[in-house]
């Protein structure tokens, strides 16, 4: 189950499109999954043959669960099953079905099933790919590599597989013990602090809790950022939508939370004269025919996506207490839902993209994460967000960053303001821009430099 | 085009670009864009569909015309011939 965003926990299985002996390309969507906040189409990482599925349609998993594995073109088939030595990687994958464990609701996650698979969420036959920052960031925060389920691309263990590993609750180790006894005082393992090896939790951690009550001070002792309570966790199928929207708002109040707890926000405002976009926004409209037009928000977002290029800065992930800085710039569109809610997938490679182009992207991710359908590689990947609430009226807004990116930019309403120049005043159209950026990432001063730039790249909408 | 025509194809494409909108809701002299909460995408989705329905050009000088339910009846009626 791959990491389809920094608040997700879980995910249900609900189509696979794909079975055994299927012949697969990377990229192809194999599954769908549904989130809090979505519907997502499950993209492979890797080209083979699915071998083995082995989370079954219906079934809610945490993240790092292997769900299917994938045969490599180049590795043979493996013999009839009972004659063939079973790998290390088969039997993590065989356990959840095969093991006999009816007393565990799927809601209730069997977190060391899940742990021990040492391959990607669609396991394959290659060794563990770690690079560099992600084996610091490992040893940093104390886990395991050979433990955490790698969801990048080819099996890459990356740094969202080692957060979620370390953070509590996500993929905490407990023994068989702890889980039949948490079961039978009705006590969530995943809120527990283990005392047992690498932070496991026992028999007795899950006896002390129950006796403290359901939660009590163990059980607070340790916030953890799970946000689903099991009431609203849907044991199969489709959820209702009110079930998903109080999901949705469980899931973006506890990913806000954590990034108000976690980054230390600085906020800037520039205002920016809109003369010239508009006025070659309309030009270049009159060229094109009504399934073509462009519309204001494309040439922000490109603008957005070529400033970053300036000032790196604002654009990649925080690791543990350390920046790293993105080399593309996959923009996350703030995306508000009718029904409530909002989500942020990415539109990939904005700054290579021509204009066309992206309107193109634009226009496809908003009716699909409208009608609730996105992609897992959009979901799990933004480098920074952009958010749009002109259309509303409003003036500016002052946005929350989506940990673990360190920056957003909000663009208010494009509207006429007077604007003094040249000692005239005259009217323009502007519009008012806003970072909200990460101080372990940047400085104001350099977010001052990138609202300039953007500013500079808005004045030569020919150029974008 | 007559204006019945008119008014039952916006709302069918309202319906297919805001299922959960609902169109009856919204004043014949509203906007659509706060009536219906759509934003600029959903707009242009709006207008684009309505160009393949009926063929109409739409230039993006007569999007203020089509942005209320009653402005957008006339200005199909005006620019769609009669069938037949």
């Known amino acids: 189950m791959p990491s389809l965003g920094a608040d997700m926990d879980a995910g249900t299985v609900s189509k696979w499109m794909v079975a055994p002996g299927d012949a697969v390309r990377r990229g192809d969507i194999v599954a769908v999954v549904e989130t809090e906040k979505s519907t997502i189409e499950v993209e492979i990482f890797e080209s083979g043959t699915i071998e083995d599925i082995v989370v079954p349609e219906g079934e809610r998993v945490p993240v790092g669960t292997v769900l299917a594995t994938v045969r490599a073109p180049q590795v043979p088939p493996a013999p009839p099953a009972g004659e063939r030595p079973r790998s290390r990687t088969q039997r993590a994958a065989g356990a959840p079905s095969t093991a006999p464990e009816p007393a565990v609701p799927s809601s209730a996650p069997d977190v060391t099933a899940a742990a021990t698979g040492p391959d990607g969420a669609v396991a394959s036959r290659r060794p563990l790919v770690v690079s560099p920052v992600v084996r610091h960031l490992a040893a940093e925060l104390g886990v395991d590599l050979d433990t955490v389920a790698g969801t990048g691309g080819g099996g890459l263990v990356t740094r969202a597989d080692v957060e979620h590993a370390a953070r509590p609750g996500s993929r905490r180790r407990s023994s068989p013990r702890a889980r039949r006894l948490g079961e039978e005082f009705g006590v969530d393992l995943t809120s527990l602090v283990g005392t047992g090896p690498g932070g496991a939790v026992t028999g007795d951690d899950v006896r002390r809790a129950a006796s403290a009550g359901a939660g009590g001070?163990?059980?607070?002792?340790?916030?953890?950022?799970?946000?689903?309570?099991?009431?609203?966790?849907?044991?199969?199928?489709?959820?209702?939508?009110?079930?998903?929207?109080?999901?949705?708002?469980?899931?973006?109040?506890?990913?806000?939370?954590?990034?108000?707890?976690?980054?230390?926000?600085?906020?800037?405002?520039?205002?920016?004269?809109?003369?010239?976009?508009?006025?070659?926004?309309?030009?270049?409209?009159?060229?094109?025919?009504?399934?073509?037009?462009?519309?204001?928000?494309?040439?922000?977002?490109k603008a957005v996506a070529l400033a970053v290029a300036e000032v790196p800065e604002m654009n990649g992930f925080m690791v543990g207490d350390r920046f790293e800085p993105s080399t593309a710039a996959h923009v996350g569109v703030a995306v508000s839902l009718r029904t409530g809610g909002v989500i942020a997938p990415a539109i990939h490679d904005v700054g290579t993209l021509g204009l066309d182009d992206v309107m193109t992207r634009l226009r496809d991710l908003v009716v699909r994460a409208r009608g609730g359908v996105l992609r897992s590689s959009e979901m799990s990947d933004p480098t920074i967000t952009v958010t749009n609430l002109g259309d509303l009226g409003v003036d500016e807004v002052f946005g929350v960053i989506y940990p673990p990116q360190v920056a957003l930019v909000g663009f208010g309403r494009v509207a006429e303001r007077p604007w003094a120049t040249g000692g005239l005043l005259g009217v323009r159209r502007c519009v008012s821009v806003t970072l909200s950026a990460d101080h372990r990432a940047s400085d104001g001063h350099r977010g001052g430099i990138f609202l300039a730039t953007i500013d500079r790249l808005l004045q030569r909408p020919e150029e974008l | 085009m007559s204006p019945d025509e008119a008014r039952q194809l916006i709302e069918a494409v309202l319906h297919e670009i805001a299922p959960e909108a609902d169109v009856a809701e919204v004043g014949p002299d509203e906007t659509l864009q706060e009536g219906l909460d759509l934003d600029s995408i959903d707009f242009l989705n709006f207008v684009v569909a309505l160009h393949e329905r009926t063929g109409l050009e739409i230039p993006e000088r007569d999007y203020p015309r089509l942005s209320t339910l009653q402005g957008g009846i006339e200005y199909l009626v005006a620019g769609v011939p009669a069938a037949g």
């Open chain 1, 217 to 301: 001070a163990a059980a607070r002792a340790h916030p953890t950022t799970r946000t689903v309570p099991a009431a609203t966790a849907p044991e199969s199928g489709a959820p209702s939508t009110e079930e998903r929207q109080l999901a949705m708002r469980h899931a973006i109040g506890a990913l806000m939370a954590r990034s108000k707890r976690e980054i230390p926000h600085y906020y800037l405002r520039t205002v920016v004269d809109m003369s010239r976009a508009a006025a070659w926004l309309e030009q270049a409209n009159l060229e094109r025919p009504v399934t073509g037009r462009l519309v204001m928000p494309v040439l922000m977002l």
